[in-house]
C-alpha cells in the first residue's frame, strides 16, 4: 500500500497522538463515562490505522510491527485471564470483584473495572491493528510493484 | 422522535438494497456503510452513547478493510444469472422471505409495546449497580462484573478470531517457502520465528 | 411498526446472503444481518422518557433505559468487526486461487 500525499501525512503526524490520547482516556473512564474497554481499544487501534495509511506501508517494517501487535494481543487477554483468576487464588469465586470498590464517581474506583478495561483495551486495539497490517502487506494486482 | 427513528429505519432499508443490488462492489461498500452510520445516529436517539461510540469507529475500520479487500482483487460484479432460472431464484427468494415474514409477524404482537420493556433482571441492576459494583456506568458494571462470564467468551472469539486472520493471510507457507529457495528475500518474520 | 422495520431488514441481509452469488455480496448481506440485530435489541431496551444508563452527581435517581441489551450489543458488535474480517480474509484468498468470486465457479476445492 502506497502513502498519501505531503499534506495528509503532515495532518496526520498532527493529530494522530490526539487521537491516541483519546483513545486512552475513553479506556480510564470506562466505568464513570460512556466507552470502556472496547470503544478505546478501537479508536487506539483506528490512531496506528490512520498513521499506517497515510505514511503507506512499505517503508515501515510491517512484519516486525505484525509480531508486536501479537505480542500486546497476547498480553491483553493475558491481563484480563489473570483479572478473572485472581478470585480463585483468593480461595474464593471466580470472577470475583476483589479489589477494594473506593468511592463512587471518582477515578480509582469500581475494583477490577478499571484493569479489566485497561486488559480489554489493550487486546482489542492490538487485535484489530493485527487485522489491518496483515490485509495492508498482502500483495494484489492492484498493488505496483 | 418516533419520526425520525422510522425515518431512520427506511434510510437504513433503502442503503441495504442498494448495497445488495449494486453492479459495481466498491458503491455497494459504500452503501453498506450507509446503513452503519444510520445505525450510530439510531444508536444516539435510542440513547445509548456507549453503542454509538463502538459503531461509529467499527463501521469505519469495516469500510477501510472491506475497501482493501476490493482493491486488492476486483471490483465488478460478474455474476449476473440471466433468463428464466433468474425469475425462479427470485421467486423462490421472495417466497420463503415473505412466510418468514408472515411468521415473524404473529410473535412481534408478543412482545412489549415500544418504549415500555419489561425490566424484570435490569431493575435490580440499575437499583444495585453502583453500590455492588462501584461503576458509576452501569453498561460496564453489567459487561465486567455482573456478566463478565460473557465478556470473557467474547475476548476469546475475538483472539481466535484474529488468529484465524494471521494465519489465512500468512505469507507464504513453510513447504512451498522450501520449494521454491528463490523468492527467501522477505526476512522479517522469518528472523523473528527462527529465534 | 419498528419491530417490523428492523425484521425487514433482517429479511433483506437473509434475501442477500440466499439469492446473491457474489462472496463479497454475501459479506455484505451478513453484516446487514447483524446490523438488524443490533437495531432490535437497542429498541427493545428503549424506555418512554429514560436516560442513557450512567450515574451522575444530582441524577441517581432519574430514568433509565435498560442497560442489560446494551451491555450484550456492545461485545457483539466487536466480534462482528473480527468476524467480517475473517471472512474477507479468506474471500481473498479464494479469489487468489481461482481468479473469481462467483461461488457457482468455486467447485474444486481440493488442495
Same mark, same amino acid.
Given at each position: 500500500?502506497?502513502?498519501?500525499?505531503?499534506?495528509?501525512?503532515?495532518?496526520?503526524?498532527?493529530?494522530?497522538?490526539?487521537?491516541?490520547?483519546?483513545?486512552?482516556?475513553?479506556?480510564?473512564?470506562?466505568?464513570?463515562?460512556?466507552?470502556?474497554?472496547?470503544?478505546?481499544?478501537?479508536?487506539?487501534?483506528?490512531?496506528?490505522?490512520?498513521?499506517? !495509511?497515510?505514511?503507506?506501508?512499505?517503508?515501515?517494517?510491517?512484519?516486525?510491527?505484525?509480531?508486536?501487535?501479537?505480542?500486546?494481543?497476547?498480553?491483553?487477554?493475558?491481563?484480563?485471564?489473570?483479572?478473572?483468576?485472581?478470585?480463585?487464588?483468593?480461595?474464593?469465586?471466580?470472577?470475583?470483584?476483589?479489589?477494594?470498590?473506593?468511592?463512587?464517581?471518582?477515578?480509582?474506583?469500581?475494583?477490577?473495572?478499571?484493569?479489566?478495561? +485497561?486488559?480489554?483495551?489493550?487486546?482489542?486495539?492490538?487485535?484489530?491493528?493485527?487485522?489491518?497490517?496483515?490485509?495492508?502487506?498482502?500483495?494484489?494486482?492492484?498493488?505496483?510493484? | 422522535?418516533?419520526?425520525?427513528?422510522?425515518?431512520?429505519?427506511?434510510?437504513?432499508?433503502?442503503?441495504?438494497?442498494?448495497?445488495?443490488?449494486?453492479?459495481?462492489?466498491?458503491?455497494? +461498500?459504500?452503501?453498506?456503510?450507509?446503513?452503519?452510520?444510520?445505525?450510530?445516529? *439510531?444508536?444516539?436517539?435510542?440513547?445509548?452513547?456507549?453503542?454509538?461510540?463502538?459503531?461509529?469507529?467499527?463501521?469505519?475500520?469495516?469500510?477501510?478493510?472491506?475497501?482493501?479487500?476490493?482493491?486488492?482483487?476486483?471490483?465488478?460484479?460478474?455474476?449476473?444469472?440471466?433468463?428464466?432460472?433468474?425469475?425462479?431464484?427470485?421467486?423462490?427468494?421472495?417466497?420463503?422471505?415473505?412466510?418468514?415474514?408472515?411468521?415473524?409477524?404473529?410473535?412481534?404482537?408478543?412482545?412489549?409495546?415500544?418504549?415500555?420493556?419489561?425490566?424484570?433482571?435490569?431493575?435490580?441492576?440499575?437499583?444495585?449497580?453502583?453500590?455492588? $459494583?462501584?461503576?458509576?456506568?452501569?453498561?460496564?458494571?453489567?459487561?465486567?462484573?455482573?456478566?463478565?462470564?460473557? $465478556?470473557?467468551?467474547?475476548?476469546?472469539?475475538?483472539?481466535?478470531?484474529?488468529?484465524?486472520?494471521?494465519?489465512? !493471510?500468512?505469507?507464504?507457507?513453510?513447504?512451498?517457502?522450501?520449494?521454491?529457495?528463490?523468492?527467501?528475500?522477505?526476512?522479517?518474520?522469518?528472523?523473528?520465528?527462527?529465534? | 411498526?419498528?419491530?417490523?422495520?428492523? *425484521?425487514?431488514?433482517?429479511?433483506?441481509?437473509?434475501?442477500?446472503?440466499?439469492?446473491?452469488?457474489?462472496?463479497?455480496?454475501?459479506?455484505?448481506?451478513?453484516?446487514?444481518?447483524?446490523?438488524?440485530?443490533?437495531?432490535?435489541?437497542?429498541? +427493545?431496551?428503549?424506555?418512554?422518557?429514560?436516560?442513557?444508563?450512567?450515574?451522575?452527581?444530582?441524577?441517581?435517581?432519574?430514568?433509565?433505559?435498560?442497560?442489560?441489551?446494551?451491555?450484550?450489543?456492545?461485545?457483539?458488535?466487536?466480534?462482528?468487526?473480527?468476524?467480517?474480517?475473517?471472512?474477507?480474509?479468506?474471500?481473498?484468498?479464494?479469489?487468489?486461487?481461482?481468479?473469481?468470486?462467483?461461488?457457482?465457479?468455486?467447485?474444486?476445492?481440493?488442495?
Amino acid at each position: 500500500m502506497r502513502g498519501m500525499t505531503l499534506i495528509v501525512k503532515t495532518i496526520t503526524r498532527l493529530i494522530v497522538g490526539l487521537i491516541f490520547l483519546y483513545g486512552i482516556y475513553i479506556v480510564f473512564h470506562g466505568h464513570l463515562t460512556p466507552g470502556g474497554g472496547f470503544a478505546g481499544g478501537i479508536i487506539i487501534a483506528g490512531a496506528f490505522i490512520l498513521l499506517v !495509511l497515510a505514511e503507506g506501508s512499505e517503508e515501515l517494517s510491517t512484519e516486525v510491527k505484525k509480531w508486536r501487535a501479537s505480542l500486546f494481543e497476547s498480553l491483553g487477554i493475558f491481563i484480563f485471564w489473570f483479572l478473572a483468576m485472581l478470585g480463585v487464588f483468593a480461595g474464593t469465586f471466580f470472577f470475583l470483584n476483589l479489589l477494594p470498590k473506593g468511592k463512587p464517581l471518582e477515578l480509582l474506583s469500581a475494583g477490577i473495572i478499571l484493569p479489566c478495561n +485497561i486488559g480489554i483495551g489493550i487486546e482489542v486495539g492490538a487485535a484489530l491493528f493485527a487485522i489491518f497490517i496483515t490485509l495492508a502487506v498482502l500483495k494484489g494486482k492492484g498493488d505496483k510493484e | 422522535m418516533l419520526t425520525i427513528l422510522i425515518l431512520l429505519l427506511i434510510l437504513m432499508i433503502l442503503g441495504a438494497i442498494i448495497a445488495l443490488e449494486g453492479k459495481d462492489l466498491l458503491s455497494a +461498500i459504500i452503501s453498506l456503510g450507509i446503513v452503519g452510520f444510520a445505525l450510530v445516529l *439510531v444508536f444516539l436517539i435510542l440513547q445509548a452513547p456507549d453503542l454509538a461510540i463502538v459503531q461509529i469507529v467499527v463501521e469505519t475500520l469495516a469500510l477501510i478493510i472491506l475497501i482493501a479487500a476490493i482493491l486488492k482483487t476486483t471490483r465488478e460484479d460478474t455474476t449476473e444469472t440471466r433468463g428464466a432460472k433468474k425469475i425462479f431464484i427470485y421467486l423462490c427468494g421472495l417466497g420463503f422471505l415473505g412466510l418468514f415474514l408472515f411468521f415473524i409477524n404473529q410473535t412481534l404482537t408478543e412482545l412489549p409495546r415500544f418504549g415500555y420493556p419489561i425490566m424484570r433482571m435490569a431493575g435490580n441492576y440499575l437499583s444495585l449497580g453502583l453500590t455492588k $459494583t462501584g461503576a458509576s456506568n452501569l453498561v460496564a458494571a453489567i459487561i465486567l462484573d455482573f456478566r463478565g462470564y460473557d $465478556t470473557l467468551g467474547e475476548v476469546t472469539v475475538l483472539f481466535t478470531a484474529v488468529m484465524g486472520v494471521i494465519v489465512v !493471510l500468512r505469507k507464504i507457507g513453510r513447504r512451498t517457502r522450501e520449494k521454491l529457495p528463490d523468492e527467501t528475500k522477505v526476512t522479517g518474520s522469518r528472523k523473528i520465528e527462527e529465534k | 411498526m419498528i419491530y417490523l422495520l428492523c *425484521v425487514l431488514l433482517l429479511l433483506i441481509g437473509l434475501y442477500g446472503v440466499l439469492v446473491k452469488k457474489n462472496l463479497i455480496k454475501i459479506i455484505i448481506g451478513l453484516s446487514i444481518m447483524e446490523y438488524a440485530l443490533f437495531l432490535f435489541f437497542a429498541v +427493545i431496551g428503549y424506555r418512554e422518557g429514560g436516560t442513557a444508563p450512567i450515574i451522575t452527581k444530582g441524577f441517581e435517581k432519574a430514568v433509565f433505559v435498560d442497560p442489560l441489551p446494551q451491555a450484550l450489543v456492545l461485545t457483539a458488535i466487536v466480534i462482528g468487526l473480527a468476524v467480517t474480517a475473517l471472512l474477507v480474509s479468506l474471500a481473498v484468498r479464494i479469489y487468489e486461487k481461482h481468479g473469481t468470486f462467483d461461488i457457482r465457479k468455486i467447485r474444486r476445492l481440493k488442495g
